[in-house]
């Protein structure tokens, strides 16, 4: 029988295909007493062999996809379930308290994962996130959810309590139809990634996962509808309604290759925003004109330890050698908040927003920061580089990240390695950035609006929290007010100014835009010909 739920659109369009469920893979874990713990046992040591099955077919899988460098953490995490001192731990845990083999393998992931976190040695460090990931694992199994994650086999509607950026980053892209999300928010990273892929997203929708599995769904990124079991005639009014979308977006691809121009003639740039190497296939198939933004954390988010210098110079390179010659405007480093990675060992807090992230966290630890910075420059020399710093509030931080930059250059020098002069600049996505624009303005070479953090510390609504949707209004006079003023700012102290946040793909505001004199719109690509097309229907003569 056909079940419908309602919800909120972060992205358009229609997805028609099979449902699946996300399975968290940290879901809690309930203490039970059992009386046969030898039985208990069996289970634990049962699972764990499962568990290396499944890593051993991973390996298997990554060899071909992604090489042995990366593969090889599966043969690490099939090595640690067979470290005895892990076993005798589980054992000892369900024997001595009477316990469910979930809540000891639970516990013994919690406790090693801690002593490795506090370790001295980097790459035992390292390995506190393997512990938990293969803790999981085997909790997963003996609870009957499956390795967890993302299970699809064929294209299909994913369903989920909410997505972390980290969850989001090891999904297989090309099984995802749509995203349905219990929690979220429009500016939440799922949201993000779905306007990157060009699919339907809701958020805010009280699914009940009975008998959903495997089922036929729609979703109505228009309407906001999520539809299950559909009745035939539903079934055949959406699948028109698909084809005419299809017919949309072929007409819209009619655009590429024509210019940024208004009707008027006043030509601005459009570029797109990414969050890895693999993305700029997305650019150049939507044709945008350059990167305004490449969210460069989703480096750090997708492995468990520091990336080297090394792996980030070939990333950052292959962007700019395949952008060949177009701007790629790089932002360092923004973890913390809604992106937390593990061996980080960020401090728990309880406001993280407002907490220590982002550029905070660069100019305490250099190290880090001056690492990223040697792999940006040297980079820089295959391409045509910018660099960007987040969460800027000050003129005295845009100062120490000159001295800083200063030192990197001087090291490559000595070294005797190539780099080019990179434009700089900052995100205004603080109020205080708005503020004291004027200032920052002389500092550097570019501003981005980043309205996404700007509207969240302006209107006092958390970015992340699904109960402000009806506050956090993207369009409020303040949030506007706030980009003209930065714009006449950024020009007065000669800095071109552009808006990254996710309000640049805003259609119904471009005009709005182009009269405040914004020189760039850089947005997802999925939206790059749709805005092409809002500005050539423009006309700012009338
Ligand atoms: C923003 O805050 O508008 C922005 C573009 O950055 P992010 O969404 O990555 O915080
Ligand atoms: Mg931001």
Same mark, same amino acid.
């Given at each position: ?37 030898? !039985? ?5 040591? /049962? ?25 090889? =953490? ?24 009477? =316990? ?12 090693? @994962? ?14 506190? +996130?393997? =512990?938990? /990931? ?25 369903? +989920? ?5 980290? %969850? ?16 979220? @928010? ?14 339907? +997203?809701?958020?805010?929708? /009280? ?9 036929? $769904? ?5 309407? $906001? ?16 309604? *698909? %084809?005419?979308?299809? %017919? ?15 009707? /008027? &003639? ?18 150049? !198939? ?21 990336? @080297? ?17 177009? *701007? ?104 205080? !950035? ?15 609006? $980043? ?38 700012? &950024?020009?007065? &102290?000669?800095?071109?100014? &552009? ?5 640049? +793909? ?17 947005? @997802? ?18």
């Amino acid at each position: 029988m056909q079940k419908e739920y309602t919800g909120k659109p972060v992205f358009t369009g229609i997805a028609i295909g099979k449902v699946t469920i996300y399975h968290k893979k940290d879901s809690v874990v309930k203490r039970e007493k059992v009386d046969d713990v030898e !039985a208990e046992v069996k289970r634990y040591h /049962d699972a764990s062999e499962e568990a290396k099955k499944q890593l051993a077919e991973l390996h298997d899988k990554a060899l071909k996809e992604v090489g042995e460098a990366n593969a090889a =953490v599966f043969e690490v995490h099939q090595m640690m379930l067979d470290d005895l001192d892990y076993q005798e731990s589980v054992e000892n845990i369900i024997r001595t308290q009477n =316990v469910n083999a979930e809540f000891a393998v639970a516990t013994t992931g919690d406790n090693f @994962s801690e002593m490795f976190a506090n370790m001295d040695d980097d790459y035992m460090r390292g390995r506190a +996130a393997d =512990v938990k /990931d293969i803790s999981n694992r085997v909790v997963g199994i003996l609870s009957g959810a499956g390795a967890g994650g993302f299970t699809a086999t064929e294209p299909s509607i994913l369903l +989920a309590d909410d997505l972390a950026p980290s %969850e989001t980053v090891q999904l297989d892209k090309s099984l995802v139809l749509s995203f349905v999300t219990r929690h979220g @928010s429009t500016n939440s990273h799922t949201a993000i990634l779905a306007r990157t892929m060009n699919i339907p +997203a809701l958020i805010g929708v /009280d699914f009940s996962e009975d008998d959903m599995e495997g089922h036929m $769904g729609i979703v109505d990124g228009y309407e $906001g509808r999520f539809i299950v079991d559909p009745d035939d005639d539903v079934l055949a009014e959406y699948k028109k309604k *698909k %084809e005419k979308e299809e %017919e949309q977006q072929r007409l819209l691809q009619e655009l590429k290759g024509k210019p940024n121009v208004t009707k /008027d &003639g006043h030509v601005i740039n459009v570029f797109a925003n990414i969050g890895s190497v693999k993305d700029v296939a997305d650019v150049l !198939a939507n044709d945008a004109g350059g990167i305004g933004l490449f969210r460069s954390e989703f480096l750090y988010l997708g492995c468990d330890d520091y990336p @080297s210098e090394e792996d980030q110079f070939k990333a950052y390179k292959t962007v700019a050698e395949n952008m060949a010659g177009k *701007k790629v405007v790089i932002r360092t480093l923004d973890i913390g908040a809604d992106k937390q990675v593990d061996y980080f060992h960020l401090d728990h807090e309880d406001n993280p927003a407002m907490g220590f992230r982002a550029i905070r966290i660069c100019l305490k630890r250099p190290e880090i920061f001056k690492t990223q910075l040697r792999a940006l420059y040297r980079a820089s020399y295959y391409g045509n580089i910018s660099i960007m710093f987040p969460m800027i509030i000050s003129v005295d931080e845009v100062k120490k990240i000159k001295e800083i930059i200063a030192e990197v250059k001087k090291e490559l020098d000595e070294q005797n390695l190539p780099y080019k002069d990179c434009e700089l600049g900052i995100m205004v996505e603080t109020p205080a !950035a708005v503020w004291m624009s004027e200032e920052l303005a002389k500092e550097v070479d570019f501003f981005s609006i $980043g309205t996404n953090d700007l509207t969240q510390y302006t209107l006092a609504c958390d970015r992340q929290n699904p109960n402000l949707e009806d506050f956090a209004d993207t369009h409020h006079p303040a949030v506007l007010r706030e980009i003209e003023y930065t714009i006449r700012n &950024g020009h007065k &102290g000669g800095a071109w100014v &552009g808006i990254c946040g996710e309000l640049g +793909a805003d259609t119904s505001l471009t005009e709005t835009f182009l009269r405040m004199g914004v020189d760039e719109l850089s947005v @997802s690509p999925s939206r790059v010909l749709a805005v092409r097309n809002a500005i050539r229907n423009t006309d700012l003569s009338k």
